[in-house]
C-alpha cells in the first residue's frame, strides 16, 4: 500500500518567501507543491487535485484580491491565508470564508505558526470534540467552526446527553459546554464528567454569555481547562481549542513516556504494577529470558540485540493481545494473563517459544536463530509478587534444564508447586 506523503500546495509569488517556506513544509514531512499565481493553481488542480491542504498568498499577481480562495475552498482543500495585508477589512474579509486560518506575513513566527496548522490539519481528523448547547443554532455555529479545523464533530443537546456519549464513545479530546441549559448545567456537568474523565484523557472549555463575574472561576474549579465569554472572535475561540486539544495531546505523550519501554514499545515494570494494582487475583503469570542473550550482542552487536528484543515483543502481543506484557528490563519479559486457565496459558507459551525459535533475523553476518526460556506460575489466591517470584524459580529450573523450554504449574498454597515442563 502506498504511504505516500501528503502534498501541500504552496501559493507564494515572492521567490524570496516560497523557497524557505517549502523547505520548511517538506521538513515537517509533507511534499511542498510550490505555484506562484493563479493560473498555476488552476494548472496544478488540473494536474492533481489531491492536496492535504493549501498556504495561500492573498495577493497574487494575477489575482490581488483573494480570488485564489474560492478556487481552492471549490475544490475542498483546507486554506491557512498568509498574507501582507493586516488591516481589519482584509482579515473579515478571509475569515468570512471557511479557510482554516489569517495569517499576517508580518510576523516573524509566521511560518512557523503556518507549520503548526499544517501538522494540525493533518492529525485534527482522528479527534473528536463534543459541543454542548441546548441551542441548536449554536450547536450548528460551533460545528461549523470546528470543521473548518477539520475536527470530528459530537453534539449533545444537554448535559445528560453528553455524559452518556462521554462514557461510550472513546477519543473525545475536548468538550466545548455551554452553562445555562436545562436540566444539569454546564458547571454541574463539568465536575460530573471529571469524576470519571481527567485532564489526560480530556480538556473542557465552559462557554457562556452571562455576565455573572464569578463564571470563569465556576467552571475552572469544578474542573475546566478553560473559559470563553460569548461572544468571542474566531480567532481567539481557535488558539484556544488548539491549546487545549495540545494541552491533552503533550499529558497524554508524557504518561505514554512514562508507561512505555522506549525501546520495545511495551509497558515498563512500574506500568506493568499499576496495570496488576487495579486486578483481582486468579491470574497465570508468565516471565521469559532470550537465551544466551549475551553472545548475541557479543556476536552480532548491540543493534542486532536490540531487533531480538523488538521482534520478541512483536510476537509475545500477537500471541497475548488482550494480556498485560511488559519488558521487565535487559532481555526479560513478563506476560500476565487473566482469568486463570494454567494449561491453556501454557500450551500457549510452547507455541509462542516454537514460534520465536522458528524466527530468522537476517544480518550482516548472516541469519540469526535464538531461543527462550519462560517459567510459568498460576493461582488462585496468590499475590503478583508470590506468583512472579515463583515463575522466576520456574524460569530457572527452564535454564537449568538445557534452555529452550517451558516450565510452570499452579501453585498451591498449601503444598509444594507441582511442576509441568515441556521442552
Ligand atoms: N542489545 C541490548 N542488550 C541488552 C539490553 N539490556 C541488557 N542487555 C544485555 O543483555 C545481556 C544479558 O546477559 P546475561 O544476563 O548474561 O544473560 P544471557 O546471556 O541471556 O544468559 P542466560 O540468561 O543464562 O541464557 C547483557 O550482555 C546485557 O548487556 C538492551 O536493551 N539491548
Not at 483546507?78 to 468570512?96: G, I, K, S, Y
Not at 499475590?383 to 537449568?400: C, E, F, G, M
Request: negative net charge; contains cysteine; charged residues 25%.
Amino acid at each position: 500500500m502506498s504511504t505516500a506523503a501528503p502534498r501541500i500546495l504552496v501559493i507564494e509569488d515572492s521567490l524570496m518567501l516560497i523557497r524557505p517556506l517549502c523547505r520548511m513544509v517538506n521538513k515537517q514531512g509533507f511534499v511542498a507543491v510550490p505555484v506562484t499565481s493563479m493560473a498555476e493553481v488552476r494548472q496544478a488542480l488540473a494536474d492533481d487535485p489531491r492536496f492535504m491542504a493549501a498556504v495561500a498568498d492573498y495577493c497574487l499577481p494575477d489575482a490581488p484580491n483573494g480570488e485564489v480562495l474560492p478556487l481552492l475552498l471549490e475544490n475542498r482543500i483546507p486554506t491557512v491565508v498568509l498574507t501582507a495585508h493586516n488591516d481589519m477589512q482584509t482579515r473579515e474579509r478571509v475569515l468570512c470564508m471557511p479557510v482554516v486560518d489569517y495569517i499576517p506575513k508580518e510576523s516573524p513566527s509566521a511560518f512557523e505558526y503556518v507549520m503548526k496548522m499544517l501538522r494540525r490539519i493533518r492529525i485534527n481528523p482522528g479527534i473528536k470534540v463534543l459541543v454542548v448547547d441546548d441551542s441548536q443554532a449554536v450547536r450548528q455555529f460551533l460545528r461549523l467552526q470546528l470543521e473548518r479545523h477539520l475536527y470530528q464533530v459530537l453534539e449533545a443537546a444537554d448535559a445528560e446527553e453528553a455524559l452518556g456519549i462521554l462514557r461510550h464513545e472513546s477519543g473525545i479530546k475536548l468538550v466545548l459546554t455551554d452553562h445555562d441549559m436545562p436540566g444539569m448545567d454546564g458547571v454541574r456537568m463539568t465536575s460530573t464528567v471529571r469524576r470519571f474523565l481527567d485532564h489526560t484523557r480530556l480538556a473542557i472549555i465552559g462557554i457562556s454569555g452571562s455576565q455573572d463575574p464569578t463564571m470563569t472561576a465556576r467552571f475552572i474549579k469544578a474542573g475546566a481547562d478553560d473559559y470563553l465569554q460569548k461572544p468571542f472572535n474566531y480567532e481567539e475561540f481557535f488558539c484556544r481549542v488548539t491549546r487545549n486539544v495540545e494541552f491533552v495531546e503533550n499529558l497524554q505523550a508524557l504518561q505514554e513516556s512514562a508507561n512505555k519501554d522506549p525501546l520495545s514499545g511495551l509497558s515498563n515494570r512500574r506500568h506493568f504494577f499499576e496495570q496488576v494494582a487495579s486486578l483481582r487475583h486468579n491470574y497465570s503469570v508468565a516471565v521469559l529470558d532470550i537465551d544466551l542473550f549475551k553472545r548475541i550482542n557479543d556476536g552480532f552487536g548491540h543493534d542486532i540485540g536490540d531487533q531480538v528484543i523488538c521482534q520478541t515483543a512483536r510476537l509475545l502481543e500477537s500471541f497475548f493481545p488482550d494480556d498485560i506484557i511488559a519488558r521487565f528490563g535487559g532481555e526479560e519479559f513478563v506476560i500476565l494473563a487473566q482469568p486463570l486457565d494454567a494449561p491453556d496459558m501454557l500450551r500457549q507459551l510452547d507455541k509462542l517459544r516454537r514460534a520465536l525459535a522458528n524466527l530468522s533475523i537476517s544480518t550482516p553476518l548472516g541469519d540469526l536463530r535464538f531461543t527462550v526460556s519462560i517459567g510459568m506460575a498460576a493461582a488462585e489466591e496468590a499475590d503478583i509478587s508470590t506468583l512472579l517470584k515463583q515463575a522466576d524459580n520456574y524460569l530457572y529450573q527452564a535454564k537449568h534444564n538445557g534452555r529452550n523450554q517451558v516450565c510452570g504449574g499452579i501453585i498451591d498454597q498449601t503444598s509444594d508447586p507441582a511442576s509441568v515442563a515441556s521442552a
